[in-house]
């Protein structure tokens, strides 16, 4: 008895201290802090990581795990671990105050505040610091060295300037001193005309004072002949390059740089330099540093433009493209592609556009990148064809301005303006042989994409075109590849597939093309050496895709894991476990992890631990994640790549993990483990067992009353059962009647024990939020059937309704929905079938599927019928085909049924719902008195961008939903709106 009278107290002393706790505030967001970049040194001893508000000044952290101890660097960002595991290299950035000062004086970029960079002996308290830090570098696999570049210093303009201001206020104090000591002695004149004439007098004086300081400032080169600021020098763009030996100390300096980089293993440093604009007989340089013999050679002098530097594996070969021929203003520069090795004096031209091989009215590509082959023996460049240059004669206002849209286009004529930047820079991949000095076409127009195979040793290169197959997928959603592969030797073209519905990879090794068939939903291999094709996979009776697909179109294939040493096995997952595939197909399939997967309900996800590992080890213990589908946990796993049994479980819980990094050369882990009430950075060994936390962000939402997650389930209208997440206040009163807000996209069950962090909305209600101010949230699975998407959300949403209006701790006269993008036409859709929710918020959504159909997605610049044929409006049939759908199905044509006040947001610059539909939605309610508000954000996209309307969204939906469920007062902009004589002075926001 005295046991369960203790419990009872201590309960009542929990729920005491929750009931205290305040609830969340839009004030909160900006201070509100998560963790951000992360990382492990290569020997497993430190991790890097920060810790940063949502607006502000962060924290970056290096924590020595053996010794169990933190430091801490103010607005630290950016960190790189030395190799040697010896050092953190990391930049400052500027305090947040002091930008945001600077951007309220509207000070130009060169006058902004600037970062500084930070040296960090690990294992000690030592730092370096060093201000006026543009960027710095080190090598990838090297040791010893670091090197920054300086931001460039003030403009002398800009010095100029500054002092031009400083002069003009010394003047104008001394007139004013000068004028003051003037007037005061005309007080003791008597006579007018006397005064009239000191006072004429004096102005003139002051006017010569003027007019010597002008004359003065003129012959200093402070201002033009005419009075203006002499602001039309010529500016240096290189600054200063330093160098730091990390075992002496020592700095080596060098001038004017502009572009730098280190081989991969730090044995050389490129240094670019600029010409000095105060020396008439300065030059560009290209400059190779030698690291170990401290020697630096010149590999190139005097250029207009040098860019696209490119070490091969050992840093003995160097290529880049080059310009140096044209004047500045030339309306044509052809680029040439350089090449050096050790122990050259300067850097030869290897291709230019008269070089054998190059196509005919082809150049050398500014705008591709470099590539040496893994082992050197090969260089691959991009070649484009000659522009010919603009005409200076037409006169743009005299020309006609218009797009010609023409039904034989691959590509309508938005989706080409959309991707003009890109086209003009498409470059077509070439290659030279550099023992045999021969260069080779390899990429052309219906051969634009081009992938180097077995890091460019192979023979051949991949070849994949959907040129001449892109008009379906106006409707289809996707275009038909043509694949190849190509010789790198001769450039002899081999055809492998025509018109195949899915892309191709090669494997590791090059051996085998291998792709998934999407209609046949079997995995084939390509033999290159025999240009045989073979189905490897229908031996697998399991599906080797997404069987919860419902889209009317083919499911997507799980995916593969990867492949073994010289390419003997492929692994393949089905939904839940991992098959050994023989990919020649003389094997049968072996199920690897031995049907654990599919027995409890865990699938299998391989974790990479080595993204430089290009193949699975035939012994390897692999590690997993296995996610429950069932419960939600998360677990570890191990799977050896050799064995057919089952995974052991290194760990598993009711959390989710992520971000799982492991030290190169220690058996030493850093992961995110995260559950609804807390998401934290821990380090642990290859066992996972006892898991070190490292961060407690989790701390700051103490004093708030937090949230919990459960998954509830439920038979919808049709039988079937679904899923859904509710969360209720961490003060939850059961004897107390909450209201409800539904919101709702597809299927967010999965995330059960996902965090979520107050935060300005982008377009969605804020969860913690709403939850922490006293509502209960629920987000429901929906399940679709082809041509039904309006009525399968019904049928999901409103049975979770009915369902949850049962509890005695809801209101159900208090319920609302909300929804963006998909979800918001969802939103729109329901309001027309049900009155059941007292308030109602939808995001960008589709309201007339008519009109929708055939309209635009503006990001893309893609048409979107294919959307409603094949993806996620899930109509399956053309308009002509089916209208009754697409009318049954928007919302538009049912306006007179709404009863529920609707607030929409739809933002004038959104690229995937066109901005119409939520004008025909508001005004078609408008005209019959419906209750209807549409937020329509400036220059705002699908997604709101600018924090600022962020807060004001957060703002604008809590004061919707307190006002309809709530009983709350109505903001000024819900009573009366806000005029546009208003905007910018009144938003509306004020509560009476």
């Known amino acids: 008895m005295t046991k369960f009278l203790f419990a009872v107290l201590v309960l009542l002393q929990m729920n005491t201290f929750a009931q205290s706790k305040k609830p969340l505030t839009h004030e909160v967001y900006d201070s509100w802090k998560s963790v951000g970049e992360r990382s492990i040194s290569n020997d497993g001893k430190f991790v890097v990581y920060a810790e940063n508000p949502q607006e502000g000044d962060g924290t970056l952290w290096i924590y020595d795990i053996t010794q169990n101890k933190k430091n801490s660097y103010d607005r630290g960002y950016g960190a790189i671990i ?100 003037l007037r005061k002695s005309l007080d003791s004149i008597k006579g007018n005309i006397q005064k009239a004439e000191m006072m004429s007098a004096t102005e003139k004086a002051i006017k010569e004072i003027y007019k010597k300081a002008n004359d003065l400032m003129v012959d200093a080169g402070f201002l033009d002949a005419d009075g203006d600021d002499a602001s039309s020098e010529k500016q240096n763009e290189g600054t200063e390059l330093s160098l730091v030996n990390l075992v002496n100390g020592k700095t080596t300096k060098f001038k004017q740089v502009s572009d730098y980089l280190f081989d991969k293993y730090g044995n050389k440093l490129l240094i ?42 050992e840093g003995n070969q160097l290529a880049f493209v080059a310009e140096r021929d044209s004047s500045s203003k030339a309306l044509q520069k052809f ?4 090449y050096h090795k050790n122990m050259a004096d300067t850097a030869t031209i290897l291709v230019d556009k008269n070089t054998n091989g190059m196509l005919t009215n082809f150049t050398v590509s500014e705008n591709a990148d470099i590539r040496f082959s893994k082992d050197g023996s090969k260089l691959f460049f991009g070649n484009a064809p000659i522009v010919a240059p603009k005409d200076t004669n037409l006169v743009d206002f005299e020309l006609a301005r218009l797009d ?142 997404d069987t919860q697909n419902d889209v009317p179109d083919y499911p997507n294939e799980i995916g593969v894991t990867g492949f073994t040493a010289d390419d003997a096995s492929m692994l393949i997952n089905d939904e839940y476990d991992i098959w050994k595939v023989d990919p020649s197909a003389k094997a049968l399939p072996v199920l ?66 992520s ?57 919808m209208f049709d039988g079937k059962m679904s899923e859904g997440l509710l969360f209720k206040p961490e003060n939850f009163d059961s004897t107390k009647k909450y209201p409800v807000i539904f919101y709702f996209y597809e299927r967010n069950a999965d995330g059960l024990y996902n965090y979520r ?66 979800g918001g036409y969802q939103v729109a859709y329901l309001v027309t079938k049900t009155n059941i929710f007292r308030a109602a918020g939808a995001g960008a959504p589709v309201s007339n599927m008519t009109s929708a159909y055939g309209g635009i997605r503006w990001s893309t610049g893609v048409n979107r019928q294919f959307q409603y044929e094949k993806t996620q409006s899930r ?57 209807v508000w549409m937020l329509q954000y400036n220059g705002e996209d699908h997604n709101l961008v600018e924090r600022k309307n962020r807060k004001d969204l957060s703002v604008r939906l809590s004061q919707f939903f307190d006002y309809y469920l709530k009983d709350a007062p109505a903001a000024d902009w819900i009573k009366n709106g806000v005029p546009a004589t208003k905007k910018g002075i009144d938003w509306g926001l004020k509560v009476n």
Not at 603 to 625: Q, S
Not at 772 to 789: A, C, M, Q, T
């Open 82 to 181: 030395s190799n040697d595991n010896k050092f953190v290299f990391f930049k400052i950035k500027a305090k947040f105050q002091d930008v945001r000062q600077a951007k309220i004086k509207k000070k130009r970029p060169d006058e902004m505040p600037k970062d500084s960079f930070a040296i960090v002996m690990l294992g000690t308290d030592s730092i370096t610091k060093i201000p006026l830090v543009k960027s710095f570098k080190a090598a990838e696999k090297g040791t010893n060295w670091v090197a920054y570049l300086a931001e460039k210093p003030l403009p002398d303009t800009t010095k100029k300037k500054i002092a031009l201001d400083s002069i003009k206020i010394k003047i104008d104090g001394l007139v004013k001193v000068a004028d003051s000591m």
């Open 272 to 313: 670019e330099t600029t010409k000095n604009a105060k020396d008439s007989n300065s030059k560009a340089l290209v400059l190779l540093y030698d690291l170990q013999k401290q020697i630096t050679d010149t590999v190139m002098k005097g250029f207009n433009d040098a860019k696209n530097f490119s070490f091969n594996e």
């Open 335 to 338: 680029y040439k592609l350089w």
């Open 404 to 545: 010609v849209w023409n039904y034989k286009d691959d590509y309508l004529q938005p989706q080409q303006l959309r991707q003009l930047s890109q086209e003009l820079r498409r470059s077509y991949t070439a290659v030279v042989l550099l023992p045999q000095n021969k260069m080779i076409q390899l990429g052309a127009d219906s051969l634009e994409n081009i992938s180097l195979v077995n890091e460019g040793n192979a023979s051949f290169v991949l070849a994949q075109s959907t040129k001449g197959n892109r008009v379906a997928s106006q409707w289809e959603g996707r275009s038909l590849y043509n694949v190849y592969t190509v010789d790198v030797n001769s450039g002899a073209i081999k055809n492998v597939l025509r018109n195949n519905i899915d892309r191709v990879s090669a494997s590791p090794m090059g051996k085998y093309l291998y792709w998934y068939h999407s209609a046949k939903r079997q995995y084939f291999a390509y033999e290159v050496a025999t240009g045989i094709t073979r189905n490897v996979t229908d031996k697998i009776k399991v599906p080797l895709y």
């Open 592 to 657: 690897l992890t031995n049907g654990f997967g599919r027995k409890n309900n865990i699938a299998f996800n391989y974790v990479r631990t080595d993204n430089e590992k290009r193949f699975i080890g035939t012994n390897e213990t692999m590690l997993f994640t296995g996610f429950n589908k069932v419960n939600k946990q998360l677990g570890i796993y191990n799977i050896k790549a050799d064995e057919t049994i089952n995974p052991t479980a290194l760990y598993t819980g009711n959390v989710s993990l």
């Open 659 to 715: 971000n799982i990094v492991k030290a190169k050369n220690a058996e030493q882990y850093i992961f995110t483990r995260a559950t609804i009430a807390a998401s934290e950075l821990y380090t642990a060994n290859n066992t996972f067992n006892n898991a070190l936390q490292i961060t407690d962000v989790a701390k700051q939402q103490a004093p708030y009353n937090w949230l919990t997650a459960s998954l509830m389930r439920w038979k």
């Open 757 to 822: 962090a107050p935060a300005p909305s982008a377009s969605t209600i804020n969860i913690p939020y709403f939850v922490s101010n006293g509502y209960l949230v629920f987000d429901p699975n929906i399940y679709y059937k082809d041509g039904e998407p309006g009525q399968s959300a019904y049928n999901s949403i409103v049975s979770a309704a009915k369902m949850l209006s049962k509890m005695p701790w809801v209101d159900s006269t208090r319920m609302a929905i909300q929804g963006q993008s998909w």
């Open 875 to 931: 109509i399956g049939a053309t308009l002509w085909q089916r209208p009754d759908l697409y009318i049954k199905n928007s919302p538009l044509f049912a306006v007179d049924k709404i009863q529920t006040p609707l607030l929409i947001m739809h933002n004038d610059a959104d690229g995937a719902v066109p901005w119409y539909q939520g004008i025909e939605m508001f005004t078609a309610m408008r005209r019959m008195g419906k209750k």
